[in-house]
């Protein structure tokens, strides 16, 4: 397999865009990225895109050529992946392969999606459907309803308290406020993430991630040619995509993510690091307790200390291991399908010293974790400078 | 790039099943191809889902785990493709090209649409998000008029005859009277076919394909491995994903899919062979129209000939060239995301010498055509008896 880079990024917005469609978002980012990389459409060679819910959202299908075609890139493999949350994740991961397996040289990979159109109860029918539908959904559990239950066995199980969790939330709005292209650049303290209004207890609507519009994109190639498009192209060193169960009720463990697990095990082989290495990651923080469930799935600490470490401020700017310097789903934003990809931009403008405000000093390794449901799905990608 | 075989396959009948959900069709199909090549759950290594819009016809989204969980397949990449109704066509070749390029050894592909549970009017409206919903649809074109302005520019410009798109409705439906698995089991006349209820002018219901519930998957390997598995692997020789513009103002030329054209260019080149070595085909007629453009456009024929050429009988089982002995989408069934892989499965059939009734006497080289929307996505495949 061939080493595999990144030579472009490109982003909108996360946000409410009344004005905008869904197709001009994802052509925006797809733009700024060709922009970003000096490639010209006809240089595209395959366009992988994820998104979770267009059909739902704005009733459009077939997203891929149609975004593609846009932009002026016709006649080549144009195809759109879903895996709930972590669609652009895995449209990312089969990218990836198919440059590192020498089917493909240069690869446009995007995310969108735009779900401000539709009124937040129907948004969230829409979201289940991420869910088992004739099981847990039937029930009457939507996701903040499966998290709530997540949380309740973790602060059981390991003691997590309602402080740790709203520690998240303080943290991530105060990245999301350094970032010009968040959503929600709110700083909140924890009294006020404390106090939210509960929305599925014991979750607040401080401990839930937003629902926003937004398209992101990257640019592959070949390592080797890496060179002929940038002067600071970025490594994928290590990557996978795993399943599990969809329905909460068939999991053995619902205080840790099966998929999560073997999908980092796998991404830190293939990299050849530990987690020890890792010095700052984007992890899907769909709700607060996600991202606690993450730091301790992927390694970062044991499993049940994720509560403490976060409320230590260990994934602060300033800590040990910055965790959501974008300022993560809770503040910049999750539209859903552009997720995965968005993080992967994300941690690029780390990688190259661009993240402004809030660029970390240390900044040539780092990790990216994309969710897909309940833990279904989930990507884990490896970044390195060069 | 190593060569890859066709190891299992397993259909669904296609039909209107009230009783039964997409889940159990797709578990079906995937469970009667795992055991036609005597491999189990736990020797797949990914699993690639085609699926148009489960979502918006029964609510159930991030259906590649859902399926793949319900089989016993987790801790895999599960992924659903949406190249509307090329989606299955567009995740046999991503899954082909993963096992060419190494990434991959035993990859379980499928496809399922569960699309009876709607009205017909909400079914043509969930399938006009195949089209550009922003522009041709919210004029009102449905996918029924889209065809039959493709229909009518080809009667104008190639004398094509009402006749000769009904012979292609009278073969499908002969074909499909002699398959145990199809829908709709019906012979009909060219009365009967000219007489046909209109739909949208030219096209009468006897043009269109049918509302279909069904599920289909095929397992791969590479074929050095092929052997493991069964003693009549089936090689694909030649395979391409390409794109075109999604709406019909957008081509220059509506009487041709350019998409069709570079996909069949790609795939004969892979192969090593020419239009005149296949000796019989499945093609995309969803309506009957798409089916003379396929025969044009993949060089069967001459543009312009597609009609007089079914109307002669070249295309019946005991024609030069027999289309759709499955019965084709018109009378087999086009559930629509199950379609491509239920192409894959028809064809192997065929080659094995397991076509029952249909079979051919000459199999042992063919092509699958499978179409998504108005020609935006085209998956060209060819397979070829060892």
Do not use: W
Request: charged share 20%; glycine share 12%; with cysteine.
């Amino acid at each position: 397999m061939r080493p595999v880079a990144i030579i472009g990024i490109g982003k909108t917005n996360f946000g409410a865009f009344p004005d905008r469609d869904l197709r001009s978002l994802a052509v925006e980012a797809g733009e700024k990225c060709l922009a970003d990389a000096h490639v010209s459409p006809s240089q595209v060679e395959a366009y992988y895109l994820g998104n979770f819910a267009g059909p739902s959202f704005v009733g459009q299908n077939h997203l891929a050529p149609y975004i593609a075609g846009a932009m002026g890139i016709t006649g080549v493999p144009c195809t759109r992946f879903e895996a709930a949350c972590a669609s652009s994740g895995s449209a990312f991961y089969h990218a990836v392969s198919s440059v590192a397996a020498g089917l493909n040289d240069v690869v446009l990979v995007a995310g969108v999606e735009k779900m401000t159109s539709q009124t937040t109860p129907k948004v969230t029918e829409i979201l289940a459907g991420a869910g088992d539908t004739c099981g847990e959904v039937r029930a009457g559990a939507t996701f903040p309803a499966l998290f709530a239950m997540i949380a309740r066995r973790h602060m059981y199980q390991y003691g997590t308290t309602r402080e740790q969790m709203a520690a998240v939330a303080v943290k991530n709005h105060e990245n999301g406020a350094k970032n010009p292209q968040a959503h929600m650049r709110k700083i909140i303290t924890m009294e006020q993430a404390l106090k939210g209004k509960p929305i599925s207890e014991p979750l607040t609507v401080y401990d839930c991630s937003l629902i926003s519009d937004g398209a992101a994109a990257v640019l592959i190639a070949p390592l080797e040619r890496a060179a002929e498009f940038t002067g600071r192209p970025v490594k994928v060193m290590g990557i996978a995509q795993t399943s599990d169960y969809v329905a909460l009720d068939q999991k053995d463990d619902i205080t840790t993510f099966r998929a999560v697990v073997a999908a980092g095990q796998k991404a830190y082989k293939m990299a050849g690091v530990t987690p020890k290495d890792i010095q700052f990651a984007e992890l899907h923080d769909c709700f607060t307790i996600a991202e606690i469930l993450a730091t301790e799935d992927l390694g970062f600490v044991k499993k049940g200390e994720g509560g403490p470490y976060a409320l230590a401020g260990c994934t602060r700017l300033t800590g040990p291991l910055p965790i959501n310097t974008s300022g993560g789903l809770k503040s910049k934003g999750h539209p859903v399908g552009a997720t995965g990809v968005g993080q992967i931009c994300d941690l690029v403008m780390q990688l190259r010293g661009d993240a402004g405000e809030r660029q970390l000093a240390r900044h040539s390794l780092c990790l990216a974790q994309n969710l897909g449901g309940s833990g279904a799905t989930a990507v884990v990608t490896i970044l390195g400078a060069l």
